[in-house]
Every structure is written in C-alpha cells, then in structure tokens.
C-alpha cells in the first residue's frame, strides 16, 4: 500500500487544487493528473507493484468517511454479469430506477405487484448493501387509476399506497424518497400543481405521517431536482417547507438531492453551501441521482467537486449515481456516469475515488514512467457553435499528447502542433511542430461544452 499512495498523492495535491479553483467558480484551468515526481522518488513503487495491490472501491473508500456510495438498478439488467460485477464490486446502496415508483407496485388499484422491486430489493440484502425506497408519492409515473383520481380519494389513495408499500418493506429500506418533485420550476417558489397537490398543501405533510408510522425505522427524505443552486426560488421553497416541517415536527429525516447536471444545468458554485444549509435544518442530506454529462477531465473535475461538497458536510450522507455505465443511462448520450459502455473506469471515476481519500489502484493515467508529462489546459474564447483551448506542455520538448473529445464534438482548427486522427474521429494525437510546448485548438461543440480530456508522454 506504501508504493501505492506514493505514486497517487502528487496526483491528488495537484487534481485537489483545481477542485477547489472549480468550487469558487475558476473554471478556467485544469491541469492533467500526469506528474513525474512520484517516479523519480527514492524506492518508489513500480508499475508492477501498483498493479499486484488489491483495488479500492468506491463503497470502501466512501464507507471509510463514513458514507455510502450507490447506483441506480434497473431489474432487468441484474443478468448482465458485466453490470452486476461492477455493481457488486463498487457500491453499497441500491436505488430502483423505475421498479418502486406508483405504476410499478400498484398498477391496479388495491392490487400490489412487487416481483421487480424484490428482485434488487432481494439482490441488495444479499450482498449486504443498503436499499434507497424511490418513490412512495410522486406526481410522475402514476398508473392510469391514480391520475384519473381527484379529491379525497386521491388522498386516500395515496395515502394507503405509501402505507401499503412503507409496511411491506419494513426494516429493509435504509432511506425512502417519500415525496417526489413537488415544488415548480422556474422563479415562483410554488408548489408544483398535479393531481396531489389540488388534494392541499398539506399532502405532503401527510405522506410523511404515514410513512413513518409505516416504518418508523427508515429515513423519510424530500427528493427534488434543480435545488442545487442556494439562490434558485425552488432551492428556496424546498428549504422552507424542510424548515416548516422541522418546526412543527412532521417527520423529515433527509433531503434528498437529485444532481442531474449537464451545460445547461452545470454544478453550481454555491453547492456545498446549500447542502450545508439545508443540513443545517436538522436533516441529512443525500446526493440521490448523481450523473454529470460530459467527458474527460472537464467532467472528471465536476464530479469531484460535487464529491468534495458532500465530503465537506457531516451530514452529507451518501451519494447515489443514476446507473452504472454510460449505456444504463437515461441521458446515455450524454455520457454522464462513472463506467464507460464496456464497465471501464472513466476519468469520472478517478475524480469521484481521488475526492474520497481512495486508491485509484491501476489508473492508467496515474502511473508515472519514463517520459511523463504534465499537460495544462486553458479555456480560449466561445462562440455560440464552438470554443478555443490551448494546451500547454511542460516536462518534456519532446511530446506527444492525445486530445480525446466528445461524440458530438469536431475539431475545427488546430495551431502549433502537428496533428492526426485515430478512426473513432474522437481522439487527436499532437505533435510539436516547432513553435514551442503550447498548442491550441478549436473544437465545434454540438451542445457538449466539456473540455477535451488530455494525455502526455515523451516521445
Ligand atoms: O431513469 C428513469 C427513467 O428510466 C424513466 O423512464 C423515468 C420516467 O419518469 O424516470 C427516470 O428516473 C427519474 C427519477 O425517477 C426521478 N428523477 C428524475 C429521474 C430521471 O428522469
């Protein structure tokens, strides 16, 4: 173990400082995790050392701050044993992406169908790890007979469903996302109007009752999204109603918070102030449905910062990611999870397992050789359609660097470098071309504002 936090400490101090710029809003330099100072050191570790130690996991790493780390699960995946290796391996908290929500376990009404949910429900116990209920009152995936309820029915309804479903998975459910999206998007602060909340304002309230006396051992959560910026009104109005519900003793344990981030929703800057502040109400607060879109360090970074938030709150309990590989996901497109489509471990990875204290164990990029080098990128100018980056390489005069981008992206340009393309079209190999260590780029983004994810040896 000694060898291998020799070769990944440089790494961390370095990767750690960008975190930190990204977390106050200077996201304009991201330096690569390659360093040469950990193999030049005396009696470091050799590759072959690294690759014989035993791999850190993100469940370990988290579960040694004191946290979990979860993925969604979908059921009709638990017989891909690619999918199911990487889960059993990585994580200790299970969330069902679509197998606990209202349509699935009540799709009759009085008539519950629980074949699905147990199946991860069943999978999870006996690998030991913790289950996150999704969700028992929701506006969203209501089966016909619900949305065509009004009134008291529909509040009794939902209430015997949250008591039926809260009853039968008593003991097993670590945290339940009792309610669901409730608040509107945009500036009013309003509820969000559905057919729950035309029964009154205080459905929500009422749900919560009846989960906890359903289950008086589970954690009652609040789960939304887009209450990931303090100064949004709907991060606001949720705060509030967590602040009302403390006050007057309705039973709320958690808040869950969703994080689905992409360029048009990026993490914000004040993230770790608001999970701080709602944790500061009295209630934990979970990172329930984690994915960042993007590629490479740009999103590597991001997803350490989000990391770093949650690290950095006591009560910051637990991160969820909505899936495993980028193909499981609802945004697969966006190539937003930590495993790329064939179960690799992405940069995504690294920056989540660096932020948690973890071993990276084997990361290709992590381990330094003869010739390494250091490569910084540095944002340039943006247009609508395209943007600048210049990439400056220090270590060697000598180099050779590989510029992976993103599905959608398209270099355009390229200035002070001799360039060549691989057949994916995605990655560019660099050469010098006699103007020096700092080459530059222009890359049509097609929507996917990530930067380019950089490697470097010496030629
Ligand atoms: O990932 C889920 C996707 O498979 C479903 O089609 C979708 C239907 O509503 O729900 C997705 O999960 C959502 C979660 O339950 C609540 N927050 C937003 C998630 C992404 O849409």
Redesign the pocket.
Known sequence: MIGSSRLTRPARAATFAAALLMLVGMTTVSTTTHTASAADAPGAATTSDTAQLQQDTLAAAAERTGRYFGA?VAAHKLSDSTYVGILNREFNSVTA??EM?IDALEPQQGQFTYGNADRIVNHAIQQGKDVRG??LAWH??QPQWMQNMSGSALRQAMLHHVTQVASYYRGKIHSWDVV??AFADGNSGARRDSNLQRTGDDWIEAAFRAARAADPNAKLCYND?NTDNWQHAKTQAVYRMVQDFKSRGVPIDCVGF?A?FNSGNPVPNNYHTTLQNFADLGVDVQIT?LDIEGSGNSQAEQYRGVTQACLAVTRCTGITV?GIRDSDS?RASGTPLLFDDNGGKKAAYYGVMEALGGDGGTNPPEEPGPGDCTTTYTAGQQWNDRFNGEVRVSGTDNWIVTVTIGSRQQVINTWNATVSWDSSGRVMTARPNGNGNTFGLTILHGGDWAWPSLNCRTA
């Open positions: 969604a992406e679509n929500k999704h969700t969203s995936q669901n999206e999204y969703q689905h449905e909505w609802w």
